[in-house]
Structure formats: C-alpha cells, structure tokens
C-alpha cells in the first residue's frame, strides 16, 4: 500500500533538504593548507616584509585567509622562546615553516627534518648547517638570502668615507646570534685594512646596549655600526635615541633604521628576500621539494642617508657618496 505525502509535507521535506546540503557540502570541504611564520622579533615594523611575503605567495595563487592559512609566531626579540614556538607548529602539522629571521631558521631546522621550511636569512646558509649547498639544498630547507652580512666591511668602508677622522668605531653585535663570532672577525680584519680601531659591543638585551652605546659615547672620534640583528632591529627606536642623544654616527643594515631618523644604511633588500621566501613557500604548497630547489640570493643593495641626522651631527656628505645612494632623506 502506498503511503501519500502532503503537498506542505513535500515543500517542508525539499526545503529542509536544501538547507541542509550546502551545510553538508562546507564540511565537507578540505582545510585550508596552513604556513607556520616564525620570527625572532616582533610584528611591530614589520608590515613592509609581510606585504612583500604575501606577494610572494600571491605570485604562485595563494592569498590568506582565502586559500591559505598563516599561524603567527613572534618570539619578541627573545630567542629562548623561539624552541617551544617551532615545537608547537611542528605538533599542529603545519604545511611548509617559513622561518624568517636566522635565529629562527636555525630553531627550526633543529626541530623538524620532515616539514618543509623556507627560510630568509642575512648569513651563509651552508655555515648555519642549513644546507649542504646553494644549488643542492639536500634537505627539507631552502629559501632566500640577502647580502646584509656580506656587506658588513662595505659598511665600515662608507662610515669612514663620510667621518674619515674617525678612528674608533664600535661594532654592535648580539652574541647570542648564530654567526656572531665569524661575523665579528670579518669587520676586525676589514677595519685593520683600513687603519681602523674596531670595538666588539656585544649586547643581547636592552640593558646592554645602553651600556654599550653609552661607553662608546665617552670615546673620542668615534662613530657605530649596528650589525644585522632581529633583536636590534625590534629595539630600533631605541638605538635611534642613544645615538643621536650621544652624537655617534652610526650605519645600518636596512633602510628603516634611516626612516626613523638614524645617519645611514647600507644593505640587501629586506623586502625583496621576503618576496622570494612567500614565492618559494607557495611554491611548496603546490608541490615543490626543499630538495629540488636553489637557495635563492637577492642580489638587491640599498644604500639610504639621512641628510637631516647628518646636519644634525654636523656632518658634511660628500657629493660622490650622495651620487652613489639610493635614496637621500632630507
């Protein structure tokens, strides 16, 4: 015998069918892939960079929060944290770790050999044991490079150039980075070649390098070079103040440094590393191997000067280190 169904029951049986299968369909749709993004410092002035990484990304189809998803961690400057942070992403499974700072790609490639990590660093890569070569990365890391460490004697070399009776000229560095050590015998040896006087300022916390500045400012005819540090670069507004309260000149590594009113940087392109970092992250995403592709090197030099700060010191630049800047503020 056949059962009969209302004409109410029938509309209410279709219309409770078709809310409920779009329900039905979004749960069953796949999780969105997720980047684990993990730095030594703070987000604060980082903009810049992660507009360039998500360019990056953008360049191989995904945009955050459409298709992809990006799990933050900041380690503010303290690198003691940075272990359980990688620790974490590695137990949630995250797709690819980009590892964005050199504290952070070591961190990293010390806690997983399975996940995919890109990384961005100032330092040798092969040094850091984060792979075996640049064109035969033979492992689950690769990423890109920018030349803010190799460039460090170019920077004593112009810092001379603009105070040329300056002989003592402090190197601030953060011990607890890795590479600090080399990186400090490279800047001794090129400040011997040019007749300089090179002071060590190790400093890994704020209170050391107000230390380190404020013994450096009872000196005579001394200037600064802050090293490439995500620590430094996460206390920049402070180090702008010590110095111009002391009258030091000082160079950088990165543009912003000068944006904030400090004498001049010379460096890699921060922002351009960050681009190919989210390229190759995407790229991995969609299938690529850390094996099978080129540490990348962003061969982009920038070099910015404050004319403002440098009037401030009493400072004349000469016309040929102007011609040769990239920017000039003033």
Do not use: C
Not at 54 to 65: K, P, S
Not at 108 to 136: C, M, N, Q, W, Y
């Amino acid at each position: 015998m056949a059962i009969g169904i209302g004409r109410r029951e029938f509309i209410g049986a279709v219309g409770g069918a078709a809310v409920a299968w779009p329900l039905a369909a979004r749960a069953q749709q796949p999780a969105l892939p997720v980047i684990g993004f993990l730095n030594g410092t703070s987000p604060q002035g980082y903009d810049r960079f992660l507009l360039a990484f998500r360019q990056g990304l953008g360049e191989t189809g995904f945009t955050e929060d459409r298709n992809v998803a990006i799990e933050y961690r900041w380690a503010g400057g303290d690198y003691e944290r940075l272990p359980a942070m990688a620790a974490d992403l590695v137990r949630r499974g995250v797709n690819v770790i980009a590892a964005t700072s050199t504290p952070a790609n070591v961190v990293a490639a010390a806690a997983t050999k399975d996940i995919p990590i890109v990384f961005t660093t100032s330092s040798d890569p092969v040094e850091l044991g984060l792979v075996r070569s640049l064109s035969h990365p033979g492992g689950n890391a690769t990423g890109a490079v920018t030349l803010n460490v190799e460039v460090g004697p170019k920077r004593l070399e112009l810092l001379h150039d603009i105070i040329p009776m300056t002989n003592i000229i402090g190197v601030l560095i953060n011990s607890s980075r890795p590479g600090a050590a080399e990186q400090s015998l490279k800047l001794e040896k090129a400040g011997q070649t040019l007749g300089l006087q090179i002071r060590i300022l190790n400093a890994s916390t704020e209170r050391d390098v107000d230390a380190a500045v404020t013994g450096l400012a009872e000196l005579p005819a001394k200037a600064l070079l802050v090293t490439t540090d995500a620590f430094f670069f996460s206390r920049r507004s402070r180090l702008i103040d010590l110095v111009a309260r002391h009258a030091i000149p000082t160079i950088f590594d990165r543009r912003e440094f000068v944006e904030a009113g400090g004498l001049m940087s010379y460096g890699g392109s921060v922002t351009d590393v960050y681009r190919l970092a989210g390229n190759y992250t995407g790229q991995i995403l969609k299938g690529g191997r850390p094996v099978e592709m080129p540490v990348q090197q962003s061969t982009k030099i920038e070099l910015v000067i404050n004319l403002k700060t440098a009037k401030a010191l009493g400072l004349t630049v000469s016309p040929s280190v102007l011609a040769t800047a990239d920017e000039v503020i003033e």
